[in-house]
T-cell receptor, first 114, second 110 residues
């Protein structure tokens, strides 16, 4: 059981470059989300999705786009990377978005923008 | 701003119980209380959650105050593998996601 899989694990980008962080889950979860974690800080919600075709913004959405064409996949796109987007990114999923559901996290993607 | 208050760090000895406190005075009636932990260089890992009653699972126990404004995560017998940052979160789900504060850095001494 793979759970939540993120790729790549490490990436270095130059300022202005674009890239996509991939996230896939095999648990048939409706709810998926992306968080970023800066050094010594907690996680902050970037975007989330309550089902295929539905996405919405979280706490820190600027500079990021998402789409949800299938239940399994929820890619995060950086259109024009900036040094402020250097962070660790975590994808997460849960059965639904209800408050009592357990959320499962991927292992993280370490992104450095130079 | 984080919606919960936790000590920045705590230290305990191996094989002793650990009580990790959390204050969540702004919790609403339908919010669940969640605890997650994060080991170095890993994603957060679910520990336990509850609504009103105390909860037990194989990892830990969760004691919730009667007014629900605070809770305590109890690790009954700490091991070195329990050294991690522990996050206490209350969530209404959906757009709220999980609002992580800085958590409590738990140090376990052998």
């Amino acid at each position: 059981n793979a759970g939540v899989t993120q790729t790549p694990k490490f990436q270095v980008l130059k300022t202005g470059q674009s890239m996509t962080l991939q996230c896939a889950q095999d648990m048939n979860h409706e709810y998926m989300s992306w968080y970023r974690q800066d050094p010594g800080m907690g996680l902050r919600l970037i975007h989330y999705s309550v089902g295929a075709g539905i996405t919405d913004q979280g706490e820190v959405p600027n500079g990021y786009n998402v789409s949800r064409s299938t239940t399994e996949d929820f890619p995060l796109r950086l259109l024009s990377a900036a040094p402020s987007q250097t962070s660790v990114y975590f994808c997460a999923s849960s059965y639904t978005g209800a408050s009592g559901n357990t959320i499962y996290f991927g292992e993280g993607s370490w992104l450095t923008v130079v | 701003d984080a919606k919960t208050t936790q000590p920045n760090s705590m230290e305990s000895n191996e094989e002793e119980p650990v009580h990790l406190p959390c204050n969540h005075s702004t919790i609403s009636g339908t919010d669940y209380i969640h605890w997650y932990r994060q080991l170095p260089s890993q994603g957060p890992e679910y520990v336990i959650h509850g609504l009103t009653s105390n909860v037990n699972n194989r990892m830990a126990s969760l004691a919730i105050a009667e007014d629900r404004k605070s809770s305590t995560l109890i690790l009954h017998r700490a091991t070195l593998r329990d050294a991690a940052v522990y996050y206490c979160i209350h969530s209404g789900g959906g757009a709220d996601g999980l609002t992580f504060g800085k958590g409590t850095h738990l140090i376990i001494q052998p």
